[in-house]
């Protein structure tokens, strides 16, 4: 399963258009990365129901990312772990000030997030909260 992960993040990582709002965000260009490898969407509610940073925050309530990557966690069955426990296709969330931020492991200590040009990589230190997906 890993490598069918893997397989879909650099995939994901290969794409060179700017990120739209409710299409490809943080969240949903992780989504989407899981349900290539696993299969499932844990983004499946939010799909379709926003096209810009506004509606996004609107769509996920007053719980916000986290609140959603927390549910997405029970209903499929994620774990917590700490940093350096985190493998290719791990979730967690990037507090980047007041902004949240979904994020996905690519390798170990290593995470990337989508942004609006493209991914960003991340040290595993600085994620504040990971799932191990499987």
Partial sequence: MREKLESALLAAMAVT???QWGRDDCALWCADIVKAGLGYDAAAAFRGRYRTRIGARRVLGR?????AL????RKHGWRRIKAGAEQTGDIGLLMLGEVPVTVICRASGWF???NEHGWSAVPAKHIRILWQVI
Avoid: E, K
């Fill in 70 to 73: 927390r549910t997405a966690a």
């Fill in 112 to 114: 990337v997030a989508r």
């Fill in 17 to 19: 258009t700017p990120m």
């Fill in 63 to 67: 719980q916000g990312l986290a609140g």
